[in-house]
């Protein structure tokens, strides 16, 4: 059961993940444009950010990991992605009107609105991988299933986002279903946690 | 086979004539010069398809090539001297050109994004920006919201920035063409070359009107673009229309335009499904929505 819980949570991680970077290109572009450099900003961010990540996540790994701890990881990457509702045309337009260079100012507003939630996201992968590690001799295989099962949500978060969701949802009701699908996949962590 | 040589091929069969005369490379997609017939064209090359983007008749330079050219022309109907113009998109420089010796003391500024297509334009199709003529390589979002900023205003706005094949979707929004609109002079015209087809025409029709209120709806039968002309003003009456034709037939006469053949197809109809949501920074699926019959 818990190797089904954590597996789950990896996916929906992966899933989320990909879901805003390729939103990202349409929150930045009415301010700085559907230029290459644009794309470039957000992959850019989205890099370092999951790199940062996936050493935070090691290291929290350290210290008594459990599901709930986990659960406060998604609460988190959930409450750290609503400020691209709430703030992200207040934030653009201020960038807008001091950085005259939209490659920086794209890359300036790709690290203030979505560096913050994408560390949290990245350390779900290192602390789901210790979770499930028993054995030094089944680590491999661990994080190998986990590495599948998250980019598998990866692939389906993009293809998702591109194919459908932009077609039936407004940009902003789509970042609150992922911010709502991170409390529920941190509910989820809790229920399974309590028993621990 | 290499790939590259199947492409060369495989272009060769559906274009037997076309000889491609050079090739640049671009960050947004190959950009090919073909000859053909005595044309001389700019196109995208996207996967193994061509779309002519812009051509001369190297025969008559100054004739325009494509109809959807000539149709743009149409704008002069609704504002014949305009002192201040801004085309979006530069193609092999066409346009420009054509309002340049036009309108000698025009104010005119091109928006491109692609370095590119501007080195093309200069090399191949003798066009610079020179005298009144300015071109600024960035994206006409950015360069709109910048212009806005710096207060400046435009008489005449000219949006040619999509392909058949690819829309960039932040420049078909409810909020672009408010922002567009506010660029625009209290009697300010702006003309778009769009799309006639696909279910994408309910939504685009929808979000002009939004953004302009009742606007004319230019097409012709053996053409798939359409041209929307949309004024701050109350648009003129037909008879203003065919007046301004008239008075422009000699002038447009060596640019092949048959003027005063176009305000007879201009539409008023609201012929679209008026509950269709209107395309916005929020809601934009325009590329998966062209493609939806």
């Given at each position: 059961m818990r190797t089904v819980v954590v597996n789950?949570?990896?996916?929906?991680?992966?899933?989320?993940?990909?879901s805003l970077e390729l939103l990202g290109?349409?929150?930045l572009a009415p301010y700085f444009g559907g230029s290459i450099y644009v794309w470039g900003?957000?992959?850019?961010?989205?890099m370092l950010a999951l790199s940062a990540g996936y050493l935070l996540g090691g290291y929290l790994s350290l210290r008594r990991p459990?599901?709930?701890?986990?659960?406060?990881?998604?609460?988190?990457a959930g409450v750290l992605v609503c400020p691209l509702v709430l703030i992200a045309e207040p934030a653009m337009s201020w960038i807008f009107d001091r950085v005259e260079d939209p490659r920086y100012g794209s890359l300036l507003a790709s690290l203030v609105l979505f560096m913050p939630p994408t560390i949290i996201l990245g350390m779900i992968s290192p602390y789901a991988v210790r979770l499930l590690v028993k054995a030094t001799e089944e680590s491999g295989r661990v994080a190998g299933t986990l590495y599948f099962v998250s980019t598998f949500g990866s692939a389906l978060g993009t293809l998702g986002t591109s194919f459908y969701f932009v077609l039936w949802f407004e940009l902003n009701t789509i970042v609150a279903m992922l911010a709502g699908a991170l409390a529920l996949l941190a509910c989820l962590a809790f229920a399974a946690g309590r028993t621990e | 086979m290499k790939p590259a040589l199947a492409l060369v091929l495989g272009l060769a069969c559906i274009f037997p004539h076309a000889e491609v005369i050079h090739e640049e490379p671009s960050l947004y997609g190959k950009i090919l010069v073909t000859r053909e017939d005595g044309f001389l064209c700019m196109q995208f090359a996207v996967r193994s398809e061509r779309r002519r983007q812009s051509c001369i008749d190297e025969r008559a330079p100054k004739k325009m090539a494509l109809q959807y050219t000539r149709m743009m022309m149409a704008s002069l109907l609704l504002t014949p001297e305009p002192e201040s113009v801004l085309?979006?998109?530069?193609?092999?420089?066409?346009l420009p050109r054509a309002l340049a010796e036009l309108l000698p003391e025009a104010r005119i500024d091109v928006v491109e994004i692609a370095p590119a297509v501007v080195s093309v334009a200069d090399r191949f199709f003798d066009f610079r920006a020179a005298g009144n003529t300015r071109v600024?390589?960035?994206?006409?979002?950015?360069?709109?919201?910048?212009a806005l900023r710096d207060g400046k205003r435009y008489e005449l706005i000219l949006l040619d920035t999509f392909d058949g094949d690819y829309i960039p979707e932040h420049l078909m929004t409810l909020e672009y063409l408010?922002?567009?609109?506010?660029?625009?002079?209290?009697?300010?015209?702006?003309v778009a070359n769009t799309f006639a087809t696909s279910r994408l025409y309910d939504h685009e029709s929808e979000t002009y009107y939004r953004a302009f209120g009742p606007f004319l709806n230019f097409t012709i039968r053996e053409s798939a673009n359409r041209i929307v002309l949309a004024s701050i003003m109350p648009l003129p009456d037909n008879a203003t229309l065919r007046r301004a034709a008239r008075s422009w037939r000699q002038r447009l006469a060596p640019y092949g335009v048959p003027i005063t053949s176009y305000p007879r197809r201009f539409d008023r109809a609201q012929d679209w499904?008026?509950?269709?949501?209107?395309?916005?920074?929020?809601?934009?699926?325009?590329n998966v929505l062209q493609r939806m019959d």
């Open positions: 789950v949570l990896a996916f929906g991680g992966g899933f989320v993940i990909m290109g349409r929150v900003s957000i992959i850019t961010v989205f459990n599901l709930r701890k986990l659960g406060l990881i998604l609460i988190g | 085309i979006t998109g530069l193609g092999g420089g066409t600024f390589v960035r994206d006409a979002r950015v360069f709109t919201r910048r408010q922002e567009t609109r506010r660029l625009l002079t209290p009697n300010g015209v702006l499904n008026r509950d269709r949501r209107p395309l916005t920074d929020q809601y934009s699926p325009a």
